[in-house]
Every structure is written in C-alpha cells, then in structure tokens.
C-alpha cells in the first residue's frame, strides 16, 4: 500500500526535472546559433569512368489489329406519357375553426 504513496511525490520530481533540462537544451541551442563555424573545404570527387551502353536486340514490327465495325445502336425512344390535368381547387370551401376563449389563467410562479 506504502507503494501507491511514492508515486505522487515522483510524478512532480519527474515535471519538474524535464522543465529544467529542456530550458538547458533551448539555452544550448542559441549558443550554437551565435558560434561561427569556419568554412570547410569540399573534397574532390574522382572521375567516373564512362559505362558503354548495351545493344539492345532488334524488336520486329508488329501490325496493328483492324478494329471490327461495330453496329449502330439505335436511339432509345421514351413511351409517351400522358398529361396530367389540374383539378380546380378554387371552389373548396374553407374550414372554420372555432373561436379560443380569451380568459386562460396564465401561471405566474414555478412550482
């Protein structure tokens, strides 16, 4: 049980142990910056020799295949559909609601 109680003193050491060494690395970092490095010499590459080319074998011509005349596909044509026609809806007569009474007690406290 006595092991559960180290993990809390071990948790901030460990926070606040990376807080501190990455401060260290950042102020690292901008001393390289402010550091001039001299130039170094590029060393010279050597010549390569030149690889001849290998001769590739005469490949004979192959003839094209003729494409087969392909039949015309004739035009689909839609059956024809019948108009629709509108009913006349100006003469339906119109609903009359009932009249609301006025007087609904309206609550004024929440329960």
Known sequence: MSSYKHLFVVIPLL???LTSISSIIVADARNLLEIGFPDIPKPELPDFPEIPKPEL???PE???PELP???EIPKPELPHLPSLEVPDLTHLPVPKFPDLPNDFPIPTEIP
């Open 15 to 17: 926070i606040i142990t």
């Open 57 to 59: 074998p005469h490949l």
């Open 62 to 64: 192959i003839p094209k």
């Open 69 to 71: 005349d392909l039949p």
